[in-house]
């Protein structure tokens, strides 16, 4: 089955901390792309950061970054200097491809609270 | 924030009742989906089209249809609404970019169904 682990179903971080959020998935393709995406709330889910399986290079956006281990098949997300904006749902995902087609196969979900 | 948007964003109704979400982006995406999230829990994918008359099932089962006339809306429909229906249902549109499809969301429609 093609699944998409998060262990935390909530983390709470200090304000200017950082924090680190856990992924762990399961596919067979070798070739895919790992999401992270932020659900504020109330507010619409966006994109926060997306890393190629085939690079090696971890993926970083300002603040963001990933540690990405294909082989554990882990995609942990790392919030720098944390602020309170960054409250919000975050969940893992990854694509998959079936039939010709692409879909999202998302995680149960992280909830951040930060603390001021 | 993307230019997709949902109406209503909320909506409360009673059983039996017929009710159509709305989807609508302005960024001439041909994929859209349809998401279905209860409270604390992942995604499901429960519809998606590739373009205009094109309209799939995702992988949770759902009682709901959609059609996709335009290419900019993407409505689904519950002929009978239930209580089992209760849920937030998520839009979304994709383009091809960077080697992928990148998926933006709409705000979302919490839906309670009485």
């Known amino acids: 089955a093609q699944t998409v682990t998060q262990s935390q179903p909530e983390m709470s971080v200090q304000e200017a901390e950082t924090v680190t959020l856990s992924c762990t998935y399961d596919?067979?393709?070798?070739?895919?792309?790992l999401f992270w995406y932020k659900q504020p709330p109330s507010r619409q889910m966006i994109l926060v950061i997306r890393?190629?399986?085939?690079?090696?290079q971890n993926a970083t956006e300002n603040r963001f970054s990933v540690n990405f281990q294909k082989a554990a098949k882990s995609f942990s997300l790392k919030i720098s200097d944390s602020q309170l904006g960054d409250a919000a749902m975050y969940f893992c995902?990854?694509?998959?491809?079936?039939?010709?087609?692409?879909?999202?196969?998302f995680g149960k979900g992280t909830k951040l609270t930060v603390n001021p | 924030e993307a230019d997709i948007y949902q109406t209503p964003r909320y909506l409360v109704i009673g059983t039996g009742k017929k009710i159509t979400l709305e989807c609508s982006q302005t960024?001439?995406?041909?994929?859209m989906y349809w998401y279905q999230q209860d409270p604390g829990m992942e995604l499901h994918l429960i519809h998606y089209?590739?373009?205009?008359?094109?309209?799939e099932k995702g992988d949770l089962s759902s009682e709901s249809t959609v059609s996709r006339i335009r290419t900019e809306h993407f409505p689904l429909t519950l002929e009978s609404a239930r209580p089992s229906h209760t849920s937030q249902y998520l839009c979304?549109?994709?383009?091809?970019?960077?080697?992928?499809?990148?998926?933006?969301f709409g705000p979302g429609t919490r839906l309670t169904v009485l």
């Open positions: 995902a990854y694509t998959l491809t079936q039939g010709g087609s692409e879909k999202l196969v």
């Open positions: 596919t067979s393709e070798s070739d895919y792309y």
């Open positions: 890393q190629e399986a085939y690079k090696q």
């Open positions: 979304a549109s994709s383009e091809f970019r960077g080697g992928l499809n990148e998926q933006f």
């Open positions: 960024m001439g995406h041909d994929k």
């Open positions: 089209s590739y373009g205009v008359n094109s309209t």
